[in-house]
C-alpha cells in the first residue's frame, strides 16, 4: 500500500492548505475506516521537501517539532540530526531562511561536572544527536530519541503544546532550558519572568518571516512534577490568552487523553469533510476589518496584499504601492507607460517592489467591460519580453543573460532568497521554464513561439535537456501545456513519470519545498486526473491512479471513473470519454462539473488515442493576439 500511504499524506498536506479530497479506490477491499493509519507526516522531510511532520491539529496553532540544526525549514530534517531544541510553531514546506521555532525548550540529563554554567544554553552549542531513525510521527503527535539518552514526546491541543521527556535514569540535577528566540535569529525584544511556583511566561518581538513588519508572541509554561511534562500555551494576542489557553486545553497533563483528543480531532476532519470553512472564515474576517483579502498572512503580519472584488484587481494594476509585499505587486509605472519591467530598475515610487500580472476576468465576470477590455490588453505584455528570432545555446551568455542560472544544470536554489543568496533576475527556474510561463494565454504563446510543431518541440526540449527542475510550482503547468496542442497523452505520460519516481512515501517523497502543500497539492491533482490551470476556467482531464474517485462537498459531488482500469498503471491513455452518459471529446473541464456534480468516466488504453486531439477540444482561446491556431 505505498501508494496509499503517499496519497493520504498528500491529503493530509492539502487539509493544512484547507484542501480536503475524500478519494474512493473501489479497486481495493482494505478497510478504510480509519484514515489516520495511512497518513505518515515525516514524508518530505528530506531532500529539500522542508515538510513540517511534528504534531498539530487542523487549523491548529499548536505544531510543535523537534528542530535540527539544518534543514529545518519545517522545523525537523530527517537529514539531520543535531537537534537543537522542541519549539511549538512552524511553518511547512518553505524554501528560503527558516522562520518561526519559537521559544524553543531543551531538556538535558544533567549538568557537566556537577556545575550547571557548563551547560551550553543557546543555539546550536546546545545540540544533541538523535538515534538515527528513532523519530515517529502521526497526526497529532510526534516523538524522537536523543543520544543522550532522553526519549521526548509532543502531542497538542490547539492553542497548547504537552511535551513529555524521559529519561533513562533521571538524575537528580536534570534541567529544561528555555531560549527567547526563533529558528532565523529573528529576536528584536525579550521579556521573561518565573513565577515562585516555576511558571514560566514570555513575551518576544519578532521580525516577521516573510513581510517587513513584526509581531509579539506569548508562551505561558509549567511543569508537572513527576515525569517531566512541560505544558506550553501560546498566544500571539496577550500572555493572559497564552495562560488561559494553557489552563483550559491542558489543566491535568493527562498526555495520553490529548493524544486521544488529536487523533478524534484529525480522524472527523478527515472523514465529515468541513475542513476548510474555518479557515475560508478567518480569510473573510480579515477582509472586513482590513478592507483587503491577503495572499498570506503570517503571525498577524500582511505579507503579500492579495485581491478582494474588482477594486483590489484594478488597484493592483493602477496604483504603485509604497511596501511591495504589503501593498500589491510593484513596478506598475513601467508596466503602464513601456508594457515591462527594465532589467535591475527599482520602482519608481515604492520600495521592495515585486513585477506585477494583471487579472481581468473577474472585471468580465461583474459587467465591467470597458476595464475587461483594458487589462485584457495589458495581459499581453508578456509579448515583450520575448524576441522572435533570438538563439539560445545552453551554457553561454549569448543573450546577455544565463539560460542555465536556477536549473539543476547549473543550481536550482542559485536564485533563491536565503540569508546567503540574494535572487537574481529570475526566481525559483529558469528562463527557459518562464519562456513558457503564460498561463492565461498559452494559445497565443504556442502562435508566438511558432505554431503547434515548433511549441512541442521547444516543450520536448526542456524537460529531456536537464533544464527542467520539477522542485518548485513554477513547473507545474508545463506538465499540461500539450493539452493546447491536441496531444494530452504527452502530458499523461510526462506526468506518470514522476509519479512514484518523484512523489512517494519516503522521507525523500517531495522533489522541492512543499511550500504549505504546493508539491503536496500538485501530485493529489495528477492522481484525481484534474489538474487545474489557475489563470483559466480550465481542468485537464487525465486517467486516474484509481478506479474511481469522489469529489464531495456538503452541496454536491462530482464521480469520476475508469473503465478498463490497470492497477498495473499500463492503461493510462484516454480512448472516449462520456460526461453525464454523453460523448465528451473535449480534454478539459470546467469549474461548473465539480460545484454542480457529474459523472465523468473515461474508457482507458495502453496506447496514445485520437480523444481530445480536434480543435474543438483543446482549452480555449481567450489572450490578447488574435492570430488563429490551426491543428
Not at 511534528?54 to 539531520?80: C, E, I, R, Y
Not at 505561558?220 to 483550559?248: K, T, Y
Not at 483579502?293 to 503571525?299: A, H, I, K, S, V
Amino acid at each position: 500500500m505505498r501508494l496509499h500511504s503517499q496519497i493520504f499524506k498528500m491529503a493530509s498536506h492539502c487539509a493544512k492548505a484547507a484542501v480536503l479530497l475524500v478519494l474512493i479506490d473501489q479497486s481495493t477491499s482494505q478497510d478504510n475506516s480509519n484514515l489516520l493509519t495511512f497518513i505518515n507526516p515525516l514524508i518530505g522531510t528530506m531532500r529539500g521537501g522542508n515538510a513540517f511532520p511534528g504534531a498539530t491539529l487542523p487549523s491548529g496553532m499548536a505544531k510543535a517539532v523537534a528542530d535540527t540544526a539544518s534543514h529545518n525549514q519545517g522545523g525537523f530534517g530527517s537529514d539531520a540530526s543535531d537537534i537543537t531544541g522542541f519549539s511549538h510553531m512552524h511553518d511547512s514546506g518553505t524554501g528560503g531562511a527558516p522562520s518561526l521555532g519559537i521559544f524553543p525548550f531543551f531538556p538535558y540529563p544533567g549538568y557537566p561536572d556537577g556545575n550547571v554554567t557548563n551547560c551550553a544554553f543557546t543555539g546550536t552549542a546546545r545540540t544533541f544527536l538523535a538515534i538515527v531513525g528513532s523519530a515517529e510521527s502521526s497526526p497529532g503527535y510526534f516523538a524522537v530519541t536523543l543520544k543522550s539518552q532522553i526519549h521526548a514526546e509532543m502531542t497538542v491541543t490547539r492553542n497548547t503544546v504537552l511535551y513529555r521527556f524521559k529519561m533513562k535514569t533521571p538524575p537528580a540535577n536534570s534541567l529544561i532550558s528555555v531560549e527567547a528566540e526563533n529558528l532565523g535569529g529573528a529576536r528584536i525584544s525579550t521579556t521573561l519572568n518565573v513565577s515562585p511556583e516555576n511558571n514560566i511566561t514570555v513575551v518576544v518581538s519578532f521580525q516577521a518571516s516573510f513581510g517587513s513588519e513584526s509581531y509579539e508572541a506569548y508562551i505561558c509554561a509549567s511543569f508537572h512534577a513527576g515525569e517531566i511534562l512541560l505544558g506550553v500555551g501560546m498566544s500571539l494576542i496577550s500572555q493572559d490568552r497564552a495562560c488561559s489557553n494553557a489552563a483550559d486545553e491542558v489543566p491535568d497533563f493527562d498526555f495520553e487523553r490529548v493524544v486521544s483528543y488529536a487523533m478524534a480531532a484529525w480522524r472527523e476532519k478527515l472523514e465529515v469533510n468541513p475542513l476548510w470553512t474555518r479557515m475560508v472564515r478567518s480569510l473573510v474576517g480579515i477582509y472586513r476589518n482590513t478592507g483587503y483579502l491577503p495572499d498570506c498572512r503570517m503571525t498577524l503580519c500582511k505579507v503579500s496584499t492579495g485581491r478582494h472584488r474588482l477594486c483590489a484587481v484594478v488597484t493592483d494594476a493602477e496604483v504603485e504601492p509604497y511596501y511591495g509585499h504589503i501593498g500589491g505587486p510593484g513596478h506598475v509605472e513601467y508596466w503602464k507607460t513601456i508594457g515591462y519591467v527594465p532589467r535591475g530598475q527599482a520602482s519608481t515610487k515604492g520600495q521592495d517592489a515585486l513585477t506585477s500580472s494583471v487579472s481581468r476576468s473577474k472585471a468580465r465576470e461583474l459587467g465591467y467591460d470597458g476595464s475587461y477590455a483594458k487589462h485584457l490588453n495589458k495581459s499581453g505584455n508578456w509579448t515583450n519580453l520575448l524576441r522572435k528570432n533570438q538563439t539560445s545555446f545552453i551554457g553561454t551568455q549569448d543573450i546577455g543573460f544565463d539560460t542555465i542560472q536556477c536549473s539543476p544544470l547549473k543550481g536550482f536554489d542559485e536564485c533563491y532568497l536565503t540569508k546567503t543568496k540574494q535572487g537574481g533576475e529570475i526566481y525559483e527556474a529558469s528562463i527557459w521554464l518562464y519562456t513558457f510561463f503564460v498561463p492565461g494565454d498559452t494559445v497565443s504563446l504556442i502562435l508566438v513561439l511558432g505554431e503547434i510543431e515548433e511549441f512541442v518541440r521547444c516543450l520536448d526540449f526542456l524537460r529531456n535537456s536537464g533544464l527542467l527542475y520539477i522542485g518548485n510550482e513554477p513547473v507545474f503547468l508545463t506538465f499540461f501545456q500539450y493539452y493546447y496542442t491536441g496531444r494530452p497523452g504527452l502530458s499523461v505520460a510526462r506526468a506518470r513519470a514522476i509519479i512514484p519516481s518523484q512523489f512517494n512515501d519516503t522521507l525523500g517523497g517531495l522533489p522541492g519545498n512543499d511550500d504549505s502543500a504546493a508539491m503536496g497539492s500538485f501530485a493529489v491533482f495528477i492522481i484525481l486526473g484534474n489538474f487545474p490551470n489557475a489563470r483559466q476556467d480550465v481542468y485537464f482531464i487525465a486517467p486516474l491512479f484509481f478506479r474511481s474517485v469522489n469529489i464531495t462537498s456538503k452541496i454536491t459531488g462530482a464521480t469520476i471513473r475508469n473503465v478498463n482500469f490497470s492497477s498495473e498503471g499500463t492503461n493510462i491513455y484516454v480512448q472516449a470519454a462520456t460526461l453525464n452518459g454523453k460523448t465528451y471529446t473535449k480534454n478539459w473541464l470546467q469549474r461548473s462539473f465539480f460545484l454542480e456534480g457529474g459523472t465523468l468516466e473515461l474508457t482507458l488504453g495502453s496506447e496514445k488515442s485520437d480523444w481530445g486531439t480536434g480543435p474543438e477540444d483543446v482549452p480555449p482561446f481567450n489572450g490578447s493576439v488574435t492570430l488563429p491556431i490551426v491543428l
